[in-house]
């Protein structure tokens, strides 16, 4: 049985830096990507960044270009997404996430396995 733990959340100031963690346990051969969404109050989930799971490549969403950087270890079976220069709207529960298929990549239904989510809170 596949398992996601994230962790790492925190408050931080506006300007600051937070590294998230998703730790993996199971069948993780057989993922495909891994991924990070977040979900502030009374907004929908939305992707954030996905590495593949073998070759490492990256994608992510326009609002976090150049400032968030996602990034996995294989050994630990482990996914990170380090968060730098953090803005107040960053504020949200992030989700780590886990696929077999190869399905649209931002969208959330397409991803197997959901971690329980950490809270990022930035104040301005």
């Known amino acids: 049985q596949v398992q996601l733990v994230d962790s790492g959340g925190g408050l931080v100031q506006a300007g600051g830096s937070l590294r998230l963690s998703c730790a993996a346990s199971?069948?993780?051969?057989?993922?495909?990507?891994m991924g990070w969404f977040r979900q502030a109050p009374g907004k929908e989930r939305e992707f954030v960044a996905a590495?593949?799971?073998?070759?490492?490549?990256?994608v992510y969403a326009d609002s976090v270009k150049g400032r968030f950087t996602i990034f996995r270890d294989n050994v630990k079976n482990t996914v990170y997404l380090q968060m730098n220069s953090l803005k107040s709207e960053d504020t949200a529960v992030y989700y780590c996430?886990?696929?077999?298929?190869?399905?649209?990549?931002?969208?959330?239904?397409?991803?197997?396995?959901w971690g329980q989510g950490t809270q990022v809170t930035v104040s301005s």
């Open positions: 199971g069948r993780t051969s057989s993922f495909l990507t």
């Open positions: 590495v593949s799971w073998s070759a490492g490549n990256t």
């Open positions: 996430a886990a696929r077999r298929g190869i399905g649209a990549l931002m969208i959330p239904s397409e991803y197997d396995y």
